[in-house]
Nanobody, 120 residues
Framework: VQLQASGGGLVQSGGSLRLSCAVS????????MGWYRQAPGKQRELVAV???????HYADSVKGRFTISRDNAKNTVYLLMNSLKPEDTAVYYC???????????????WGQGTLVTVSS
């Protein structure tokens, strides 16, 4: 199982970016998917998560600016980031909680990270 994240880059303050993360490989069931970020010198933190049923949760710092969504047919999760601020600068990691077979339990998988840089 692999998670491939894309869409990071350099953007000016107030701009927008859309991140994508596709899950590939043989899986039985995909549960919650989410995005985390880690800024230099800081711990990794939750940005947003979406359940298999579409319920969402956001960190207070991104509420009203970021939108998480998923395409279950494509096993892909998206993060639309609007009104970006310099403090949003970080490496963004996607996460998927999934079961590889009907006999295995749930496990967390991580993407490789994509860098988002917001200039002031």
């Amino acid at each position: 199982v692999q998670l491939q994240a894309s869409g990071g880059g350099l953007v000016q303050s107030g701009g927008s970016l859309r991140l994508s993360c596709a899950v590939s490989g043989s899986i039985f069931r995909l549960n919650a998917m989410g995005w985390y970020r880690q800024a230099p010198g800081k711990q990794r933190e939750l940005v947003a998560v979406i359940t298999s049923g579409g319920s969402t949760h956001y960190a207070d710092s991104v509420k009203g600016r970021f939108t998480i969504s998923r395409d279950n047919a494509k096993n892909t999760v998206y993060l639309l980031m609007n009104s970006l601020k310099p403090e949003d600068t970080a490496v963004y990691y996607c996460n998927a909680n999934l079961a590889r077979t009907m006999y295995t339990g749930w496990a967390d998988y991580w993407g490789q990270g994509t860098l988002v840089t917001v200039s002031s």
